[in-house]
């Protein structure tokens, strides 16, 4: 019998026998019954939960199949968002205030997720601009993978001064005095903004596990329930995967994570991979938290770096021979794989040494894609799809697009990435954000992009023949990834005996004009059988979060995607907040003296526990 039902809603099941639905009943974390109210109901106890949906639009739950959880789960709390604010002048209130309420000698940070072409005002702030807004707190502005603008403060807090050489992989800007401005340029590679990111304040491990509990909140309130992690610098297994593994066995995960493991030092990827491969079996988890095999990184000389404001890289010469004995090893041990792959001419070289490999070691089913393919060539789509492989497609487009079509023209742009050309070829294709840096992690926004064609900026790229209907769209974002870590017979579709993860949406996707979809959110998220997010009517139902910590974090005033004016955001978020503090447990922070950030020593074990570590390139994955 059904432990839930939710009844009198307009079910988007995506399975083709059964399309759609008005109720559903859930029991044993599974999908008992879909179809008709008579039906469904016919399952009910005195024990089930019955759930109006108050004719809501239900979808599958979202699942982002390339989004970077575990690294910004650990730094959420930490960081400022500017994901979906729609003037740079709101932007700059938020900074402002956030400066304010930002203690010594900790950062304001806004880490990605979004585009100056987003703003009304089409440009980013001046350097100016931060320190009138920040004389003395060090502020870091990421964006994208091509620039990042620090203040004076900043400057001082990281040692960059008139004596510091020009950095690897970078550019300090400098006045005409020899200076550094605050300017860091990515050229030719963003080197330089994760190695100065990475030398500021990091988290304790308790506010790590209490700052990846809300970012996984955020991500059910936008109806994720399954993310694929592509893994990324300083992401060592398994030290760096103790909080994700503490929050599992404590019960605390609110979405399914698949996690690549992504190697760590150049020259060092076989013995990476021959380690790993010996202390995990392939897909070795369960349903909440599970292995997925290796990548995105495999091997460094592999990987090309994707700023569409700087001339397209060429891997080195001897790449495919550290190509191929990684994949071979991962063949032999049956380890599924990925990798990041944004050019053509990159996927041609990968897709010669993936063919060589294979005729030797034969994949024979094992799942393995490429990430990204902005400008694959109709011919290495067919490649990969005679070696069965898969391609997982990001919005980076929508945020940077204009720069892309600046560089290489409209005609190039139209089909970057040729999505309608991958689906009608038949390769597997999921959706996702690569978040949280060169894209926000808003799958609605990648929604509306692959809908729409547009940027978030408004830029028209593609025309008819690349772009999707929205079901198709919804599709790739659900059943599409769920291929991309072997659950395509678990999840993605509403179908009895499938994972009851769903989200019941506050617009309905299917109807709604196309702008209004970026702003859509989920009124109530159920991963499991369990609900982990509602708002408004069904708040009640979902669990008690403590507040973020430390107390000043920009979660606890911002929130995290800004959808719709700063004001409806602002106004949004305080009655969540109201409303999260009229039921269950006292906060966590400002309930237990204890638990304040002040009663809590400020991380100094060494250089490593207070600035962080200097990174590499690896970190701009």
Known sequence: MADMIVRNARITTLDRDNPSATALAVAGGNLLAIGDEATVMAHATAGTR??????????????????????????????????????????????????????????????????????????????????????????????LYDRALLNRAALRAVGYTKDSPEPLGGRLERDHAGNPTGLLLAKPNALILYATLAMGPKLPPEFQLNSTRHFMRELNRLGITSVIDAGGGFQNYPEDYEIIQKLHADGELTVRIAYNLFTQKKGGELADFDRWSRMLKPLQGDGMLRHNGAGEMLVFSAADFEDFREPRPELPQGMEGELEDVVRLLAQRRWPFRIHATYNESISRVLDVYEKVNREVPFDGLHWFIDHAETISDRNIERVRALRGGIAIQHRMAYQGEYFAERYGSAATRSTPPVRKMLDMGVPVGAGTDATRVASYNPWVALYWLVTGRTVGGLAMYGDDNRLEREEALRLYTHGSAWFSHEQDRKGLLKVGQYADFALLSSDFLRVPEEAIKDITSVLTVVGGKVVHGSGDFGPLAPTLPKPMPDWSPVNRFGGYQGGTQAQARAMFARAQRHSHSHGTSCAVHGHGKDHAAHHPTPSGGLRDFWGALGCLCYAF
């Open 50 to 143: 019955i759930i109006d949906a108050g004719g809501r639009r239900l979808i599958p739950g979202l699942n982002d199949s390339h989004l970077h959880l575990l690294r910004g789960g650990l730094n959420y709390n930490m960081e400022l968002r500017w994901d979906g604010v729609r003037t740079l002048a709101d932007a700059m209130a938020m900074l402002k205030e956030q400066v304010a309420r930002t203690p010594a000698p900790q950062w304001v940070r806004v880490v990605g997720g979004f585009s100056e072409h987003q703003f009304a005002e089409k440009r980013l702030p001046t350097l100016q601009e931060l320190n009138e807004a920040a004389p003395e707190t060090p502020v870091f502005i990421l964006h």
